[in-house]
Nanobody, 115 residues
């Protein structure tokens, strides 16, 4: 089993920054791919960013050049540094880990961008 716990969400003004964390535990390996999706009310779940075990990252078009995904395999933790936040970034952010057989998901953390 794998457990994922997100943290770091909150309320931030437009143009501000937040850093999300996703701590993984259980039967995991450093080469497992991980990533972030987000879910806004009335919208489909959207890929935000993903990162391989080796650190190769991909981003959704709406967050390129504003968000940075990273991971610390020694701490079994993945991060999402979000900058230049916009109101349209408001969503529940969920992290995932893919073992090669299935995806595991965290419970999500709310990010609200509003003045």
């Amino acid at each position: 089993q794998v457990q994922l716990v997100e943290s770091g969400g909150g309320l931030v003004q437009p143009g501000g920054s937040l850093r999300l964390s996703c701590a993984a535990s259980g039967n995991i390996f450093s080469d497992n791919n991980m990533g972030w999706f987000r879910q806004a009310p009335g919208k489909e779940r959207e890929l935000v960013a993903r990162i391989t075990g080796g650190g190769v990252a991909n981003y959704g078009d709406s967050v390129k050049d504003r968000f940075t995904i990273s991971r610390d395999n020694a701490k079994n933790t993945m991060y999402l540094q979000m900058s230049s936040l916009k109101p349209e970034d408001t969503a529940v952010y969920l992290c995932y880990l893919y073992t090669g057989l299935r995806h595991y998901w965290g419970q999500g953390t709310q990010v609200t961008v509003s003045s």
